[in-house]
């Protein structure tokens, strides 16, 4: 089966930075969109960024320039490199992908989250 893993968060003072992989991996035929989400505590799920196979990028607008999403399709990961981090981004981060396990088969996946808190 596919899965989708995070890695690179953890905890950094405000206005630091941390950058965030996800490396997909298992019956892959070819991956299209990938993306990140985020969750605060009881807050939903919303998104951070979104990139294509062929690098077009989407961002939310509260992103306000200080984050970059990049994708190394050879590698079948996704980065999400936060600058200038503030106490609000604090959230559990989640890796999205669209995959293709089969020529004709397209399917959504996330990963399990990796946690970013960042201090004040």
Do not use: H
């Not at 990139?51 to 320039?65: C, F, H, K, L, R």
């Not at 990049?70 to 559990?92: F, G, H, I």
């Not at 989640?94 to 020529?103: K, P």
């Amino acid at each position: 089966q596919v899965q989708l893993v995070e890695s690179g968060g953890g905890l950094v003072q405000a206005g630091g930075s941390l950058r965030l992989s996800c490396v997909a991996s298992g019956n892959i035929f070819s991956i299209s969109d990938m993306g990140w989400y985020r969750q605060a505590p009881g807050k939903q799920r919303e998104l951070v960024a979104t990139i294509t196979s062929g690098g077009v990028t989407n961002y939310a607008d509260y992103m306000e320039g200080r984050f970059t999403i990049s994708r190394d399709n050879a590698k079948n990961t996704v980065y999400l490199q936060m600058n200038s981090l503030k106490p609000e981004d604090t959230a559990v981060y989640y890796c999205n992908a669209q995959i293709f396990t089969r020529r004709w088969r397209n399917d959504n996946y996330w990963g399990q989250g990796t946690q970013v808190t960042v201090s004040s």
